[in-house]
């Protein structure tokens, strides 16, 4: 599900500034993770800027009134290449998916072109790395939900040629590619044979596979199929959310892991919290009534004040920045340091993102938590976009070898 996000924060620069009220050993580690972000190509797998500014736009080249991404908050927050997600509803399966994803692509352009001094697509790792030494924030872009292939293989080539490098097979409905791990109906029992061929023309062309939304069965016959590996681009982990399926099982991540593949933290706090999972489902039965009884859509100003009013009734309270280092410990612990990467849902999470990563600018108190915990700058390195980087460059070069085999 996709909601218009609340505003963000400012970047606390609190342990920059405030040494009078922080020892100095503090203020020294604030002052690292600060630094640390801004040394470092930071990637964010799945940020939902475009959807966003398709209901309501806004100047992103400025620090915009809402939402949780713009120039000035990733620059706060040392994020070099969020990956534009072109968000695609479940329902435009079949109902203009490909013309709702060339509008968003096109956006996604107009940034570059209205913008040259502060963002520039990027449709390779080497894109990223050069736009970084520019200075330039990188946008590569991902589709989220397959539906725009509308059942023809060469509509993937097309998409690559416009700058596609991942595909979400399906969103929150089974559809033409694949079933959904929010959709009980399993269409396919995983992937349909369609979604089989899908596979092996994305290792082709270098697309990456991303197996966020998808459900188990869908999963492992990636797994199986793939010959490149494979992101789970904005998903975080089941041992937290026991029944989420929308989350990666343990078994998953270890498949995922052997794959060579990267799980990419999502920082809803739905995907991070049980009980914030279980609050938030007796929240969200009385919001929909509310929708239909006042004829209202998520989004609206009267529903994300009815939300706000309900969570302060249920005392729901945000996890923190320290759960989101909880599930990259996790996967750490599980499959080692190589495996995991950021993928935030900006945009796309509403208002349930961490207390203390509300925003763009916000990065630096993660790298914060995991200092904190011992993680080497090296680690950090990884976490924050080497794996990611890592794994594109991999499904490159699997790609320029299936291409020389024809």
Request: net charge neutral; hydrophobic share 40%.
């Amino acid at each position: 599900m996709k909601r218009v996000a609340f505003a963000g924060f400012l970047l606390p620069l609190l342990l920059l500034f405030t040494g009078a009220q922080s020892s100095g050993q503090d203020v020294n580690r604030g002052n690292k993770a600060f630094r640390l972000a801004h040394e470092f190509i930071i990637v964010d797998g799945h940020v939902d800027i475009p959807y966003r500014l398709k209901n309501r736009y806004e100047d992103i080249s400025v620090r915009t009134p809402g939402g949780d991404f713009d120039y000035v908050r990733a620059r706060e927050g040392g994020l070099d290449a969020p990956f534009m997600s072109i968000y695609i509803p479940s329902e435009r399966e079949q109902n203009g998916a490909k013309a709702l994803a060339d509008t968003l692509i096109d956006m996604v352009y107009e940034f570059q072109r209205k913008w040259p001094d502060k963002f520039a697509v990027a449709a390779s790792v080497d894109d990223v790395r050069r736009n970084f030494k520019k200075g330039l924030i990188s946008l590569p872009m991902g589709m989220e939900n397959g539906a725009p292939l509308e059942g023809t293989l060469e509509n993937l080539k097309y998409f690559h040629e416009r700058g596609i490098r991942y595909i979400t097979l399906t969103h929150g409905k089974d559809n033409h590619i694949s079933d959904s791990s929010y959709d009980t109906t399993r269409t396919w029992k995983g992937l349909s044979p369609f979604g089989k061929k899908v596979v092996a023309e994305m290792n082709r062309l270098g697309i990456m596979i991303d197996v966020s939304h998808i459900s188990d069965d869908a999963f492992w016959q990636v797994i199986e199929l793939t010959r490149a590996p494979v992101i789970a681009s904005h998903s975080s982990c089941r041992a937290f959310t026991p029944g989420f399926e929308r989350n990666m099982s343990d078994d998953m991540i270890r498949a995922l892991a052997k794959n060579g593949g990267v799980i990419m933290i999502n920082y809803g706090s739905s995907f991070l919290s049980k009980e914030f999972r279980e609050k938030e489902d007796i929240i969200r039965t009385h919001v929909r009534r509310y929708m239909r009884e006042n004829q209202l859509s998520f989004g609206d100003a009267a529903v994300e004040a009815y939300f706000a009013t309900l969570k302060r009734e249920h005392n729901l309270q945000n996890a923190d920045v320290g759960v989101v280092a909880d599930h990259i410990d996790h996967v750490v612990k599980l499959v080692g340091i190589d495996h995991v990467g950021l993928g935030s849902d900006f945009d796309g999470v509403g208002p349930t993102l961490p207390r203390g990563l509300e925003d763009a600018s916000k990065i630096p108190n993660l790298i914060q938590a995991l200092l904190d915990r011992g993680y080497s700058d090296q680690d950090i390195r990884k976490i924050c976009g080497e794996n990611a980087l890592r794994v594109w460059s991999k499904v490159e070069e699997v790609s320029k070898r299936l291409m020389g085999m024809k």
